[in-house]
């Protein structure tokens, strides 16, 4: 049963990261932008005469019905009967910058990451990475009781959030820890976080991993706020091809390209929602195509290559700033750790293919390689990173376990001004109980 689930899963990420019919092709040339042009704007097919029928950009004015008329009158007709390809048999391309071994595939002046940012980027990306292996740890020590790792994700945390301007709005999913920490949340905020104690923001009413910084404007529309504002700033919400798969991502793609709102939807393809593959998912071409269904610029990206994330979000940016338009990314990567700590994904796919994308497609250590050729980074600023980093997390979780929990009427405020009558009971009751069963509950949670 393994193999038959190694086969589902591979077959389709081996074939987006492998397949010469979907990588971008090394020998040509880069354009100006960042973006391939042809990915971004792929041409409106014209069959037999027929032009598809797309709403234009419009001002929601009292024009827009002469403007829909416009829009009409370009709709030719056709006395053959054609239907549309269902067939997946021509791949959306990937935009790649570095390949496998970390090397540039074209050298292109459009990347301008300095040493600064570069080194940045990777630091950023090994602490994300030893932050997981401890925090994780201290879930299976019992010292937390929940814990979900970014394990071959690195590059898509760190590298996104890199390309984003601290006043762009963050409607995170679950796994984008390391967008937080790029814009200065520090160990023991997360530290904080997970153990609930009174400084977690919080205020220990969210399992752990759900962060939220209103000063990092981590939080969970944005976007149309800030069209109306005209802010030079943009939204970007984050999640999984599972995700993709409800009705809130069509709901959202379909009204944001309507509305004409700068936002940047995110998607981490990494072959798996829990234990469902990819396979079971979806019959199109991935998430990508989804875009242009609706009007949205889209981009298909390797999600393990941190120059590639990096450009491709920081032309999505700008692209929605001064167009006002939704961009769509699709980050095809792995998930090599389990979905949580409740999860034990050797259960449905080999440990063989986990250990191959660990190893193999490592982003941290691709980026590594990169950053080791231009002269920036070193074994010994590796090991001097990496022993620093466990020495903070170590003194933060000592630090969070020492303080203690929020107050009991913290779970009843924040919600309404004057407390219904139903919740005063509620308290009232709760107070008591522990009163009456006070070796049941925690010593250190403030009555």
């Given at each position: 049963m393994a193999?038959?689930?190694?086969?589902?899963?591979?077959?389709?990420?081996?074939?987006?990261?492998?397949?010469?019919?979907f990588l971008i092709n090394h020998t040509s040339s880069v354009t100006n932008s960042l973006f391939s042009r042809h990915l971004l704007h792929p041409p409106l097919?014209?069959?037999?005469?027929?032009?598809?029928?797309?709403?234009?950009?419009r001002s929601h004015t009292a024009t827009s019905f002469s403007n829909d008329v416009d829009q009409v009158e370009k709709l030719k007709?056709?006395?053959?009967?054609?239907?549309?390809?269902?067939?997946?048999?021509?791949?959306?391309?990937?935009?790649?910058?570095?390949?496998?071994?970390?090397?540039?595939?074209?050298?292109?002046?459009?990347?301008?990451?300095?040493?600064?940012?570069?080194?940045k980027m990777y630091k950023d990306m090994v602490t994300l990475q030893v932050m997981d292996t401890i925090f994780y740890e201290a879930q299976r020590q019992g010292r937390v009781s929940f814990y979900l790792t970014t394990i071959g994700e690195e590059a898509i945390n760190i590298a996104s959030a890199a390309a984003l301007d601290n006043n762009d709005f963050v409607f995170p999913q679950y796994r984008e820890p390391g967008v937080l920490l790029w814009r200065g949340f520090t160990l023991q905020e997360f530290a904080n976080q997970l153990f609930g104690n009174k400084y977690d923001y919080g205020k220990g009413r969210q399992m752990p991993i759900h962060y939220g910084s209103k000063k990092h404007n981590?939080?969970?529309?944005?976007?149309?706020?800030?069209?109306?504002?005209?802010?030079?700033?943009?939204?970007?919400?984050?999640?999984?091809?599972?995700?993709?798969?409800?009705?809130?991502?069509?709901?959202?793609?379909?009204?944001?390209?309507?509305?004409?709102?700068?936002?940047i939807f995110f998607c981490r393809n990494n072959g798996w929602a829990i234990s469902t593959p990819i396979s079971d998912q979806f019959r199109s071409d991935g998430i990508v195509v989804r875009g242009k269904a609706y009007g949205v610029p889209s981009i298909r990206v390797d999600g393990n290559d941190a120059l590639a994330i990096y450009s491709a979000v920081y032309e999505a940016r700008k692209m929605?700033?001064?167009?006002?338009?939704?961009?769509?990314i699709e980050a095809l990567t792995y998930r090599a750790g389990h979905h949580s700590t409740s999860d034990d994904s050797t259960k449905y796919r080999p440990v063989d293919e986990i250990e191959w994308w660990r190893d193999d497609q490592n982003p941290v250590k691709r980026f590594r390689t990169w950053i080791e050729n231009k002269g920036w980074w070193s074994?010994?600023?590796?090991?001097?990173?990496?022993?620093?980093?466990?020495?903070?997390?170590?003194?933060?979780?000592?630090?969070?376990?020492?303080?203690?929990?929020?107050?009991?009427?913290?779970?009843?405020?924040?919600?309404?001004?004057?407390?219904?009558?139903?919740?005063?009971?509620?308290?009232?009751f709760l107070r008591e109980n522990i009163k009456k069963h006070a070796q049941e509950y925690p010593s250190n949670v403030p009555m």
């Open positions: 193999a038959s689930y190694f086969l589902k899963s591979n077959k389709f990420i081996m074939h987006n990261l492998k397949s010469s019919k097919p014209d069959h037999a005469g027929i032009k598809p029928f797309v709403g234009g950009r007709f056709t006395p053959k009967r054609i239907f549309t390809s269902g067939s997946n048999e021509e791949r959306t391309n990937c935009y790649r910058v570095l390949n496998e071994n970390g090397e540039l595939i074209v050298d292109s002046d459009s990347l301008k990451i300095s040493k600064e940012l570069g080194v981590y939080a969970v529309g944005a976007a149309y706020s800030m069209k109306m504002q005209k802010q030079d700033s943009c939204t970007i919400t984050y999640f999984g091809d599972g995700g993709s798969s409800t009705g809130d991502f069509h709901a959202g793609l379909n009204f944001s390209a309507v509305m004409e709102v700068p936002v929605a700033i001064e167009k006002q338009t939704p961009v769509l074994d010994q600023a590796e090991s001097e990173h990496r022993s620093s980093v466990r020495k903070q997390l170590s003194q933060a979780i000592q630090a969070a376990e020492r303080v203690e929990k929020p107050p009991v009427a913290d779970m009843f405020n924040d919600v309404y001004d004057v407390l219904p009558k139903n919740l005063n009971e509620q308290e009232v």
